[in-house]
C-alpha cells in the first residue's frame, strides 16, 4: 500500500521551482572529502513526521494522515509502513524514535512491552530490505502521568524503577535494531520550585540512573553511542540539563563525561539563549559533540516550535562545527521538526523534509568553502598573535606569574587593539553562502 502516492526525490539544482525536487542536496556528490550522505547523516524523527497530529494548547488535532481512522497496534503497523515508504521517498538513511512513538502503551508496563516488541520485529524486517538504520532511539519517560514529577529525578523510588525498567528494555532494542546511539532526553528531569525540592538528591540519583544505564550496555555488548539532550526548561521551570555547558559540567562532576556525548538542539540552543553555533562549539572544544536535532525555533515566540530548518546562515554556522569536529561519527542530523499546523497535507511532510534536507546541504557546502578559505581562521589566528610571542606565549606556556605580569604591565605604554571585524565578517559569510549556490 502506499500512503504517500510520490516517486523517490531527485535532484534537479538550484534553479527548480518544484517544491517536490532537491536544489542543494546530491547524496554523493562529494563535500570535504566524503559524499554528501556521509556528511550529514539525516534522520527522520518518528515522532513529529508519523504521530504529530498537529494539536496544540489552543486546538484539536488536525493532522489529514491515511492512517487516521486505525488504532491500537493496527495505527502503530500501519504508522510502520508509512514511515518507510517516506524514507525511501526522501532517501533519508536513518530514523528515530522513542518507545511509545511506535506502540500502544496498554493497561500495564507488561503490556506496553510486548506492544513495542511486536512492532520492532516487523520493523527489523523493513530495516533489512530496506537498508534504512536505527540513528537513536529513547525511552519517552515525560507523558505518561507517572512522570508527573520526573523519571530518574522523581520524589518516588517506584516511578525511578518504573523509568529504569523502560530505558534497559529500550537499549535491548538498540542493541537488537544496531542503533547507533540512545538518546536520554529528560523532558521531566529538573523542577517547578525549588520550595520543595532536594535538589542535591535529584541530581544524585539522575547521576546513578546514568550510570546503571551505562554499565547495563557495556554488559549487554551495545556500543553504540550515549547521548545526553540539553533544554533549560519546557516543560519544567528549570531543568538540569540546561545547555552543553551545564550537562558537561554535570557530566564531569559525577565521572560521566568519558560515557555520554551531547545531542544538540537548534530549538533548544534558542531557549537557553544561546545560538546554534554557541552550543556546537562548546560541545566540540571539549570533545563532547555526539549528534544534533535539527530543526530552528520562532525567536518571537518563547517555547520549543520544532520548525524545519530554512535559515541558511544558521546551518552554514552549524555545518562549519561539525566539519570542524572532524564531522558526526556515529551522530547525524535528526529532523526533530514538525509541519506547521496550517500545513496539515501527507504531501506537506515530504516538501518539509526536502526543505531542511536543501538547507543543511547548502550550509555544507558554504561551510567548507569558509574552512577551505579559512575566513575566520585567518583573522583569529591575526587578533591573538600576541600570545604567540613575548609575554603572552609565557600565559600559555604556564610560565607567567602575577609578579611578572604586574612588572610587565608597569612598562606598557598605549595598547593598541585589533578591530574585531565583525560587520566585514559577516557580509563575507553572506558571499560564500551565495557563490556555493
Known amino acids: 500500500m502506499s500512503y504517500f502516492n510520490r516517486q523517490p526525490i531527485q535532484f534537479e539544482g538550484p534553479g527548480t521551482n518544484?517544491?517536490?525536487a532537491f536544489r542543494h542536496y546530491q547524496p554523493d556528490a562529494v563535500v570535504g572529502g566524503k559524499t554528501m550522505e556521509?556528511?550529514?547523516?539525516?534522520?527522520?524523527?518518528y515522532w513529529h513526521t508519523l504521530v504529530a497530529d498537529g494539536s496544540d494548547p489552543f486546538g484539536r488535532g488536525n493532522m489529514l494522515r491515511p492512517w487516521n481512522h486505525l488504532q491500537g497496534l493496527d495505527l502503530a503497523k500501519a504508522r510502520l509502513e508509512g514511515a518507510f515508504e517516506l524514507m525511501e521517498i526522501l532517501n533519508l538513511p536513518f530514523f528515530c524514535f522513542h518507545d511509545v512513538d511506535i506502540a500502544p502503551e496498554g493497561e500495564t508496563l507488561a503490556d506496553f512491552f510486548k506492544n513495542v516488541d511486536t512492532i520492532v520485529d516487523e520493523m527489523k524486517g523493513y530495516m533489512a530490505s530496506s537498508g534504512r538504520k536505527l540513528l537513536w532511539n529513547t525511552a519517552n519517560m515525560f507523558s505518561n502521568p507517572r512522570y508527573v514529577?520526573?523519571?530518574a529525578t522523581s520524589n518516588h523510588a517506584d516511578v525511578f524503577a518504573t523509568a529504569a525498567a523502560q530505558v534497559k528494555n529500550g537499549l535491548d532494542i538498540a542493541k537488537e535494531l544496531g542503533a547507533e546511539n540512545y538518546v536520554f532526553w529528560g523532558g521531566r528531569e529538573g523542577y517547578e520550585t525549588l520550595l520543595n525540592t532536594n535538589l542535591e538528591l535529584e541530581q544524585?540519583?539522575?547521576?546513578?540512573?546514568?550510570h546503571m544505564a551505562s554499565d547495563y550496555a557495556k554488559k549487554i555488548g551495545f556500543d553504540g553511542q550515549l547521548l545526553i539532550e540539553p533544554k533549560p526548561k519546557e516543560p519544567t521551570t528549570h531543568q538540569y540539563d540546561t545547555d552543553a555547558a551545564t550537562t558537561i559540567s554535570f557530566?564531569?562532576?559525577?565521572?560521566?563525561?568519558?560515557?555520554?556525548?551531547?545531542?544538540l538542539e537548534a530549538n533548544h540552543a534558542t531557549l537557553a539563549g544561546h545560538t546554534f553555533e554557541h552550543e556546537l562549539r562548546?560541545?566540540?572544544?571539549?570533545g563532547m559533540l555526539g549528534s544534533v536535532d535539527a530543526n530552528q525555533g520562532d525567536t518571537l515566540i518563547g517555547w520549543d516550535t520544532d520548525e524545519f530548518p530554512t535559515d541558511i546562515y544558521s546551518t552554514t554556522l552549524a555545518m562549519y562545527e561539525i566539519l570542524k569536529n572532524g564531522g558526526l561519527g556515529k551522530g547525524g542530523l535528526n529532523f526533530d521538526a514538525k509541519v506547521r499546523r496550517?500545513?496539515?497535507?501527507?504531501?506537506?511532510?515530504i516538501s518539509a523534509h526536502v526543505a531542511g534536507m536543501d538547507t543543511f546541504a547548502w550550509g555544507l557546502k558554504a561551510a567548507?568553502?569558509?574552512i577551505e578559505e579559512k575566513v575566520f581562521e585567518n583573522l583569529i589566528e591575526d587578533r591573538y598573535r600576541s600570545f604567540t610571542t613575548g609575554i603572552g606565549k609565557e600565559i600559555v606556556d604556564g610560565k607567567a606569574t602575577l609578579d611578572s605580569l604586574h612588572a610587565h604591565a608597569l612598562t606598557i605604554g598605549d595598547i593598541e587593539n585589533l578591530s574585531g571585524g565583525q560587520e566585514s565578517l559577516k557580509a563575507k559569510i553572506q558571499d560564500v553562502i551565495y557563490a556555493v549556490r
Not at 557530566?251 to 551531547?262: A, E
Not at 562548546?282 to 571539549?286: K, L, N, Y
Not at 496550517?342 to 511532510?349: I, Q, T
Open 18 to 20: 518544484n517544491p517536490f
Open 38 to 45: 556521509e556528511q550529514l547523516r539525516f534522520s527522520m524523527a
Open 149 to 151: 514529577h520526573g523519571a
Open 204 to 210: 544524585d540519583n539522575f547521576a546513578r540512573f546514568l
Open 251 to 263: 557530566l564531569r562532576k559525577y565521572d560521566l563525561h568519558n560515557r555520554f556525548r551531547l545531542n
Open 282 to 286: 562548546t560541545a566540540r572544544i571539549q
Open 342 to 349: 496550517g500545513s496539515f497535507h501527507a504531501e506537506d511532510l
Open 368 to 370: 567548507h568553502a569558509l
